[in-house]
Structures are given as C-alpha cells and as structure tokens.
C-alpha cells in the first residue's frame, strides 16, 4: 500500500557515500573481491549459529491457540531501545495490560537483514525485539518478509544490503524459495517460543506486470515452500497467510468488483481472485490474513470516515465464507486515516482518531475478525507522536501511555477471541460493541450528543470514546 515506515535502523548501506571518493573505491574493490569464487560476501558481525536459540523462551498465553487477540506491529522505531526507564515503563505498562500481541517482521521495520550472506545469520536486532515482547509478557508473531539481497539478485555481504523500498519490496527469485523456507525454519529453530507466522507482506513483489494481476501462483508456492518448512520444525507451529492488501475502489471503476460492494466502493477483483487462488492451492493454513484500508485506493472516505469502517465487517464476512469458520481472521494491519504525502497520518485530532480508530475495531470484530494489529507509528525521538502508542523512548520520561494504548489494550482485554458479542440499541449517531458485562461506546458526531444505552440517557461529548459497565440482566 506504499507506506509503513520499512527501513532497518541501521541503513549501513549509506557508509560510502558519507566516506567520500576513496572510501567509495575502496568499497567497490571489496565488492569485486567478494564476487570472486569462494568468496561469499563480507561477514563481519554474523554467526553461522542462527538456529541457536536466543535467550530464555518465554512461555506465552494462547500460545497453541491459532487466534492470539488484539495487538500492535513494531516498526522501525519501537520501545525495544532508548532510556532504560522508559523502556521498563513500557514493558510494565504492556504486561499491566495482560499482553498484547506483537508482530515482528523479519527483515526491516526495525530488523537487520538475518543473513547477508547464505549460512551467516544477523539477529542482533530480532533478538531484541524479541526480549521485549516476552519481557512485556506477550505472545510474539513473527512476518516472514522481507528477502536479503542475495535471494533476490543483489550482492551478497554485510555492507551490500540495499535499504531503498523498491529493493526491499522486491520477493525472492523463484530458485532462492527454498532459501526462504530455510530462512524461516531457522528463525523458528531461534526462537521456539515464536509459535505463530505470517508469510510474506502485502504480496510485495508478487505483481504480473504482462497481466495486470496478483502473481498469486508465485506467492503461493513460495508460501507453500515456507509453511511445509515450519511444519518440519514442528508440525504445532502455526502458519497464516496470503497478506493481501483488500484494495477497494469506486465501484465504477474497470476492476471493481460487481458482488464485493457497499457504500464504502467495491474490492478490487484482482484481490478477490488471488485470495480465491491462494485459498484452493495453499498447502495448509492455521488462520488467514488479510490487510486493508477503511478508504479507497484513492484515498476516499465513502460515504465518511465512520462508515467507511463498515467495508471492514463486508471483508471479514467474505473472508469467512471463502475459509469457513474453522480458520480463525486475522487482519495484519488496518488503517482508517489516509496518509499525506510523506505517508504520515497526523492531519485529524487524537480524539477524532480515536473514535474513528475504536469504530474500525468494532467493525473488524462484526465481521469476524479474533486477531488484528495495529500498525504504531512511533517517532523515534521527542514528545510528540500522533496515533502513537506511546510517548518516544529516547528519554527518561519517555514511554508515557497515549490515548490510543489504552483503546487497543482495554479492546483486547474486553473481546479477547471467542467473545460473545451481545446486541445493544442505539442511536445512529454511535457505533457500539458489547459482551454481557461491558460495552464499547462511540460518538461519531463532532458535537455532544445524548443518545440511550441499555435504556439508560448517555451524554457523549465530541468524538468521546466511552466504556460502559452494563446493568446485570
């Protein structure tokens, strides 16, 4: 979807342009060494010891369950490093919660590249955010994507990584699947305690530029390559894919999809038929993942921002007829505030966001959905960070809740999977999800409403997000 924040912390691959021209010449005389036989690339800082397992594996709620509930991604920046304090503020903060999920990718978003060259292995990076999630007493998910260099036609070696987007977007040539597979069954072996992976992001790189479509036989087989090699480490390993992005559009539009519709546009057919691909020639699958945008590809909130959210309860409905309710939906991301073009979302107030964000949730939840992440765009510095989870970590006051941890957090602590959602009337101006004991209560007016619960009078101001302790019945 063009977005997300990607790069490794470590960008060393900008060393020698900073270096100046001899440094640069230097540099290529160690490329064309590295390329000569026998010489597989520079691997200072790796280990050939990457399926040693890292650290004392934690052992984590719901971890042999396929559906592990509401939770966040990491990305390039995250509580895993800065201020001591701020970072035990945040662990303790995460475990006071009761856990929440965490994924991980695999290579950028935070992560090093795991094996700049074939057999030599760079978890520096994993490894920590790893620590973090078992020391914040949470259930660790890690995403399969993306490939390094050498799997997908570029220089093998320690210093060759190329962090530019469209390179990391780029999937691994189809004769280095099986390195991949490898790749994954190694991070498995490092990591036991890690029982849950999504394969791949987003179909990145997977796109048939003759036809105009998904390669979804590609993807799928590098899926089916992945999942068979996981299952090998150990058949209670769980594996979800395909990750594809539920791209809607005007429902006039050439590709739009003429059954998938509602005010919010039309899927995109060529979505529809990858997942259905992916669906009858996976080789197995634990739960399925999706991910999705409330607004269009064109950045439209139909008919507005509130219900925009409902294409999210018309996709998970789909995505569940198409499975059957014996696989658990997990959705890998969801946003429902378009991006500007630097790709931040910081143009609505944090109460709007808020509310728009609890009404995607409740949406999500109504069509099925046990699992979600949310995607944190923490800053790495400073105090201010919009639809951040928390304040950044770089000081000791750091690390501070923002209004938006205590949505996800309260979220999965009331509708944990296997939640029973119970019918409440409302008014039109609200959206509300609740179970017996508690409901989820959204204004979706700028403006102070009074509205009935439960056949009780609430006052809601603008935007207010409200959890309401139920009467017993």
């Known amino acids: 979807m063009g977005r997300h924040g990607w790069n490794s912390g470590a960008r060393r691959w900008r060393f020698t342009a900073l270096l100046g021209v001899g440094a640069a010449a230097l540099a290529l005389v160690v490329t064309l060494l590295a390329t000569l036989p026998g010489n597989g690339g520079d691997t ?21 369950v396929p559906e592990v509930g509401w939770g966040f991604t990491h990305t390039q920046y995250s509580a895993d490093e800065g201020d001591g304090a701020a970072v035990a503020r945040v662990e303790k903060r995460i ?52 490939a390094p260099d050498w799997m997908k036609g570029g220089e093998p070696g320690v210093e060759h990584t190329d962090w530019s987007q469209a390179a990391l977007e780029t999937a691994p040539d189809p004769e280095h699947f099986d390195d991949y597979a490898a790749l994954a069954a190694t991070v498995a072996k490092r990591y036991p305690d890690v ?30 390559e992945v999942y068979r090699a996981l299952k090998e480490v150990d058949p209670d390993i769980m594996v979800g894919g395909p990750y594809l992005v539920m791209d809607s559009l005007d429902p006039r539009e050439a590709h739009a999809s003429p059954s998938l519709k509602g005010r919010w546009g039309a899927l995109d057919q060529r979505v529809l038929d990858a997942f259905a691909y992916w669906n009858e020639h996976k080789a197995g699958a634990d739960f399925v993942v999706v991910d999705g945008s409330s607004y269009t590809r064109d950045d439209e909130l139909l008919p507005d921002e509130f219900a925009a959210t409902d294409k999210f309860t018309a996709v998970g409905e789909w995505v569940r007829r198409q499975t059957g309710d014996d696989l658990p939906l997990w959705w890998a991301e969801y946003y429902v505030e378009p991006a500007d073009a630097d790709d931040e979302r910081e143009g609505w107030s944090e109460s709007r966001r808020v509310a728009v964000q609890a009404a995607g949730m409740i949406a999500l939840a109504r069509g099925g959905a046990t699992s979600a992440f949310y995607w944190n765009p923490q800053n790495e510095k400073g105090t201010d960070c919009p639809g951040c989870l928390w304040t950044p970590t770089d000081s000791a006051d750091g690390g501070r809740k923002l209004p938006m941890f205590d949505l996800v957090s309260r979220f999965n602590a009331t509708f944990p999977p296997g939640t029973a959602h119970r019918p409440v009337t409302a008014s039109a101006d609200v959206r509300v999800l609740a179970t017996d004991k508690t409901a989820l209560v959204v204004n979706t007016r700028d403006r102070q409403i009074s509205t009935k619960i439960d056949g009780r009078t609430v006052k809601l101001q603008a935007y207010e997000v409200r959890w309401l302790e139920r009467p017993a019945a």
């Open 95 to 146: 475990e006071d919660a009761g856990g929440l999920p965490q994924i991980q990718h695999v290579m950028g978003w935070g992560a090093s590249n795991p094996e700049p060259v074939k057999g030599r292995y760079d978890f520096a990076a994993m490894d920590r955010r790893i620590d973090f999630v078992r020391a914040s007493g949470s259930i660790p998910v890690v995403t399969l994507c993306c």
């Open 195 to 224: 029982r849950h992976f999504i394969v791949w992001n987003e179909f990145k790189g997977f796109w048939n530029d003759a036809e105009a479509r998904w390669d979804h036989e590609g993807y799928t087989r590098l899926y089916n």
């Open 44 to 64: 200072k800082g790796t280990s050939p010891d990457g399926d040693k397992v890292h650290g004392t594996p934690a052992a984590t709620p719901a971890a042999s």
